[in-house]
């Protein structure tokens, strides 16, 4: 069943996404160069989304928030070592503040012994590090939008073909009431990668904005003690805005 979310999860965003490209003009620049990189795409994602999805069905909610926050590490190590990106010692004290943050918020007793669901989580964070590493390549030169759109739909239908025996299950989730929550999580998501890619095409650093990103986990958190009124562990989770705010002044 997570190949069949991930399928209607990706075609949901890339239609969400080609609108938009659509409406902002779509443009495809010049392929040689970037060719590598566009084959390698559709492979990385529909594994980061698989896994992903798989993942959250058999692991708890708090484990995977802490165990995925390992592809921000990756993404710094590789920003250094193939983008040529610099990150001074500064920067690394303000991200592992902000990890520490993530992690200080979302740890609920968590019994993290490296099973299975474990397992596929790492990996899902290593592949989602490879694939924005790959990205932040592209659009350097690439429309965002467009290629945030083909970024969602090669890897949709390759899935699909991998999986085509699942189409019974495809289905069957496009007609079901779970169809409006993937709907929406395909379009939030979208639009967080747009204004991340943006992010990059405008400030060319991917480890500085990866770092910076994690504190949403905090912000989550904070949304929910102001809107959902969840005041358990208060200063639990003042305490990790506050680290989270210093992390953020370091890396920034």
Sequence with gaps: MAAAYAIVYQIIGGIFLGVFAIIHGFRIPPLGPIMLNLLFMPLIWALSNVLGFRA???????????????????????????????FSLRQVVGTLLILGSVILISWRHADIRFRRG???TLL????????????TRVVATFDVPSYLTLGYIFPAFFLWGIYYQKTNAVVALVKSPKLKKVALMAVLYATAGLTYYYAYFYGRNAAQISSILQITTVLTVIAAVIFLKEYSQLRLKFLATA??????????
């Design 124 to 135: 899902s964070a290593l592949a989602f590090a490879l694939g924005i590493l790959s990205d």
């Design 243 to 252: 680290i989270s705010f210093i992390g953020v002044l370091l890396v920034s």
């Design 118 to 120: 474990e397992l596929i």
């Design 56 to 86: 959250l069905k058999i692991t708890e909610a708090s484990i995977y928030s802490i165990l995925f926050t390992t592809h921000t590490i990756w993404i710094i190590l590789g920003a250094m070592l193939f983008l040529g990106e610099s």
